[in-house]
């Protein structure tokens, strides 16, 4: 469900953890709808039941989302700074 705001800005039903949360964005539809599953499928894998517990576990799988972000993006820089030490060598050749 979704419905045409001002400036742009889209109000979206998601549901998390059998909870449903109205965001306002001005993200594609789709785009917030799989945010939203990603957020559902990590409250999941954490396994802390939802009800009582929904603000934990959406920390939790707040923290291990950006966990995982954070260590992709050192991996992409150690991958950028060997391609440029590469790079240079061939360069310097």
Do not use: N, W
Not at 6 to 17: F, K
Not at 62 to 69: G, K, N, P, W
């Amino acid at each position: 469900m979704s419905e045409e705001g001002a400036e742009g800005y889209t109000t979206i039903t998601v549901e998390l953890a059998g909870e449903h949360y109205t965001l306002r964005t001005d993200a594609d539809e789709a785009y917030t709808r799989r945010c939203a599953a990603l957020v559902d499928a990590r409250m999941k894998e954490i396994g802390v039941d939802p009800g009582p517990f929904a603000k934990k576990a959406a920390i939790m799988a707040a923290f291990s989302l950006a966990d995982e972000l954070l260590r992709q993006e050192a991996a992409v820089q150690t991958r950028s700074r060997a391609l440029i030490e590469r790079i240079e060598a061939a360069i310097g050749d």
